[in-house]
């Protein structure tokens, strides 16, 4: 058993989707967590530049007392975690476009990605695909702009509508019946992704199984907490007001929003 908290990461708010399922999964964890909006998007960045950063904001959540690490990123695991896990003595999890799921799922034998063109472009996801596509079509669809504008909290603007029309369109042409939302921003622009695609396409995202395989995690480690959970700490290395504004549309909670300086 072990009180300690969790610390959980993402280049910026996108997290907050699996930290959410983190919480309602486990409830008695206390949960720290680290938006590096100041150097969002990762998707655009190196992959040598998102491993500094990454052992960055894992050394600061470490000395904040985490017993665990979480990279609420597709983007950071594909370049990061391998690194991480080398580096850090703590479980590590990380994440991955749902594939495997998606490739059982579909009925037309055509799979959609929406992600980051750093996940695209990895050798994980290649790994991935080699691994669970089989002879199911997967067509990869970046989508720059995207991770911006919910950054601001704009989830419903005639602007986002526009590049999401423009991002899926080619997937419905394609034959497309199931939507991997791979990048932990988009499950917050679901309702806008189910008001725009036909209701036989189904989108799968990942955050619910991160929260399962960190919970398994701690149980086979012995760390699992008794509570009663802290409060949430946030920390961003964006403006702080930015993400106090931001917050409520994409956290249902209480949770103080420091500055990092890492
Ligand atoms: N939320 C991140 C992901 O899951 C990346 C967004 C970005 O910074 O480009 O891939």
């Not at 994440?95 to 799922?105: C, D, I, R, Y």
């Amino acid at each position: 058993m072990s009180n300690a908290p969790v610390g959980v990461f993402d280049s910026g708010v996108g997290g907050l989707s699996v930290l959410q399922e983190i919480r309602q999964l486990l409830p008695l964890e206390s949960l720290l967590y680290v938006a590096d909006s100041g150097h969002v998007p990762y998707g655009e960045k190196s992959p040598e530049y998102i491993r500094q950063r990454s052992q960055a904001i894992a050394g600061f959540l470490l000395e904040q007392g985490a017993k665990s690490l979480v990279l609420a990123c597709n983007t950071a695991t594909a370049a990061a975690v391998n690194d991480l896990r080398g580096r850090f003595d703590v479980p590590i999890i990380g994440m991955e476009p749902a594939v495997k799921p998606a490739a059982l799922a579909t009925r037309s034998g055509v799979v959609g990605v929406l992600a980051t063109t750093g996940t695209l472009q990895s050798a994980k996801f290649a790994a991935l695909l080699d691994r669970f596509a089989g002879s199911v079509r997967v067509i990869t669809q970046p989508c720059p702009g995207l991770v911006e504008c919910i950054e601001q909290g704009d989830l419903d603007s005639l602007h986002v509508q526009q590049l999401l029309r423009r991002y899926t369109e080619p997937l419905l042409e394609s034959g497309c019946d199931t939507l991997i939302l791979g990048c932990t921003h988009y499950p917050f622009l679901r309702a806008q992704l189910q008001a725009l695609l036909p209701a036989s396409v189904t989108l799968v995202d990942t955050g619910a199984a991160v929260a399962r395989q960190l919970s398994s995690r701690l149980h086979h480690a012995g760390m699992l907490a008794r509570g009663p959970a802290q409060d949430t700490r946030i920390w961003t290395s964006g403006y702080p007001e930015t993400l106090r504004r931001v917050l409520p549309m994409l956290w249902n909670g209480n949770a103080a929003v420091r500055m990092l300086s890492v």
